[in-house]
């Protein structure tokens, strides 16, 4: 039994004394060193752009209103529809400008009989004045009576003319009426499609000042971006250059454009005080006006959408190019160093740079493609063999 009990010593002795030599040499082991991160050496577009902020609206857009005063009576369409030109939209109650119309047909006809009227009566003065004349070659008529009767014949004469411009406003009285009880049918101006509907049927409408929104339509078949550039990037921008653009709403698919005009002066410096008195005060940032057209054929962009726009200043294509996180020590203007891994080895080389945009850089000389070039910002292992 004594013996028993000492080989146990013995043994857990030696489990304790081995693990214990097991941990040094785990401390004095180098530490598991992950592979650098490459990328590969490719051919491939570069594009160097500004950023802009966009809004999207349509290329034309009209407020249709009335220019008659009335209840509502009846919408023929509603938001989303799609009306063609000269469509029956809306219609007022007619009643208001029937009445106005037959007044003025009255008063037309009144103004007619009472021309009628005036020429007999004139015809009578013009005999009256013939016979009075014939008696003066006589001698044998009163030379008060002649005078009379041709005031008489003057007087009536002017009423006739007073009775022709009666006729002319009653005619365009009755035009007016007639345009008015028109205007009780609102057609639609454009091709185009209804955006909203702003007053609704029983509303009453008082067009006296100006003319009110009955609803709203837009040719959105062409969409118009209008973007802001910053002052900062103004002097990259022209009209012709391409770009493109995506909607917050569906950020993975990319409409192409051309840049149309682009406005020589910010807003707000439009709307500036002439004499200059908040011209010291400015301390926003300032922002240019551009302006260019897309085709929206398929309906997926609609009025007020956000875009983002890249407009591109300097584009190359099919170029040698490595990620710009490639590029170390910059060495001159053109040259930076980077790493290139060559076999198991990572080796240093000077390569010359072209183009760039915000991920790529164009390759003049230095590098070939297909090469694994080290991503910088990582512990450096120049001259390290890579497992």
Same mark, same amino acid.
């Given at each position: 039994? =004594?013996?028993?009990?000492?080989?146990?010593?013995?043994?857990?002795v030696?489990?304790? !004394?081995?693990? +214990?030599?097991g941990?040094?040499l785990?401390?004095?082991r180098?530490?598991d060193?992950?592979?650098?991160q490459?990328?590969?050496?490719?051919?491939g577009?570069?594009?160097?752009?500004?950023?802009?902020?966009?809004? !999207?609206?349509?290329?034309?857009?009209?407020?249709?209103?009335a220019?008659?005063?009335?209840? +509502?009576?009846?919408?023929?369409?509603?938001?989303?529809?799609?009306?063609?030109?000269?469509?029956?939209l809306?219609e007022?109650?007619?009643?208001?400008?029937l009445?106005e119309?037959?007044?003025?047909q009255a008063e037309?006809?009144?103004?007619?009989?009472q021309?009628?009227?005036? *020429?007999?009566?004139?015809k009578?003065?013009?005999?009256?004045?013939?016979?009075?004349r014939? !008696?003066?070659?006589?001698?044998?008529?009163?030379?008060?009576?002649?005078?009379?009767? *041709?005031? *008489?014949?003057?007087?009536q004469?002017?009423?006739?003319?007073? %009775?022709?411009?009666q006729i002319v406003?009653?005619?365009?009285?009755?035009?007016?009426?007639? @345009? %008015?009880?028109?205007?009780?049918?609102?057609?639609?101006?454009?091709?185009?499609?209804?955006l909203?509907?702003?007053?609704?049927?029983?509303? $009453?409408?008082?067009?006296?000042?100006s003319? =009110?929104t009955?609803l709203?339509m837009?040719?959105v078949d062409?969409?118009m971006?209008? $973007?802001r550039?910053? &002052?900062?990037?103004?002097?990259?921008? /022209?009209?012709?250059? =391409?770009?493109?653009?995506?909607?917050?709403?569906? =950020?993975?698919?990319?409409?192409?454009? #051309?840049?149309g005009a682009i406005?020589?002066?910010?807003?707000?410096a439009l709307?500036a005080?002439p004499?200059?008195?908040?011209?010291? *005060?400015?301390?926003?940032a300032v922002?240019?006006?551009?302006v260019?057209?897309?085709a929206?054929g &398929?309906?997926? !962009?609609? $009025?007020?959408m956000t @875009?983002?726009?890249?407009?591109?200043?300097?584009?190359?294509?099919?170029?040698?190019?490595l990620?710009?996180?490639?590029?170390?020590?910059?060495?001159d203007?053109?040259?930076?160093?980077? /790493?290139?891994? &060559?076999?198991?080895?990572?080796?240093?080389?000077?390569v010359?740079?072209?183009?760039?945009?915000?991920?790529y850089?164009?390759?003049? &000389?230095?590098v070939r493609?297909?090469?694994? #070039?080290?991503?910088?910002?990582?512990?450096?292992?120049?001259?390290?063999?890579?497992?």
């Open positions: 039994m =004594p013996g028993k009990k000492r080989w146990r010593r013995v043994a857990l030696a489990i304790v !004394l081995g693990g +214990l030599a941990g040094l785990g401390l004095n180098a530490p060193v992950s592979p650098p490459t990328a590969r050496v490719d051919r577009d570069i594009e160097k752009s500004v950023l802009a902020t966009g809004i !999207l609206k349509p290329a034309r857009q009209v407020n249709v209103g220019q008659v005063n009335g209840q +509502l009576k009846k919408l023929y369409v509603k938001p989303g529809d799609r009306v063609a030109q000269g469509q029956l809306a007022i109650d007619p009643t208001l400008q009445n119309l037959r007044k003025s037309l006809r009144s103004a007619q009989a021309k009628l009227a005036s *020429q007999a009566q004139l009578q003065y013009q005999l009256e004045l013939t016979r009075q014939a !008696l003066a070659r006589d001698r044998a008529g009163v030379a008060s009576d002649l005078e009379k009767a *041709q005031a *008489q014949h003057d007087a004469l002017a009423q006739l003319k007073v %009775n022709e411009s406003q009653a005619e365009v009285a009755q035009e007016t009426a007639r @345009a %008015n009880l028109a205007f009780t049918r609102i057609t639609a101006p454009i091709d185009g499609e209804v909203g509907i702003v007053t609704q049927e029983g509303q $009453t409408i008082v067009s006296s000042q003319a =009110p009955i709203v837009a040719d062409t969409m971006v209008h $973007t550039i910053s &002052e900062n990037d103004i002097l990259q921008v /022209r009209a012709g250059q =391409p770009l493109w653009f995506y909607v917050a709403a569906d =950020p993975r698919r990319r409409y192409e454009g #051309v840049m406005q020589q002066a910010p807003a707000e709307e005080d004499l200059g008195r908040n011209s010291s *005060q400015q301390t926003a922002y240019y006006n551009g260019f057209a897309v929206n &398929e309906r997926r !962009l609609r $009025t007020a @875009a983002q726009v890249f407009i591109i200043t300097e584009r190359a294509t099919g170029v040698v190019r990620p710009m996180a490639a590029l170390g020590e910059a060495l203007g053109e040259r930076y160093q980077i /790493r290139v891994l &060559e076999g198991q080895r990572v080796v240093a080389r000077s010359r740079i072209g183009k760039r945009d915000r991920r850089a164009e390759v003049l &000389e230095g493609v297909g090469e694994q #070039v080290l991503l910088e910002h990582q512990p450096d292992t120049e001259g390290e063999h890579v497992s």
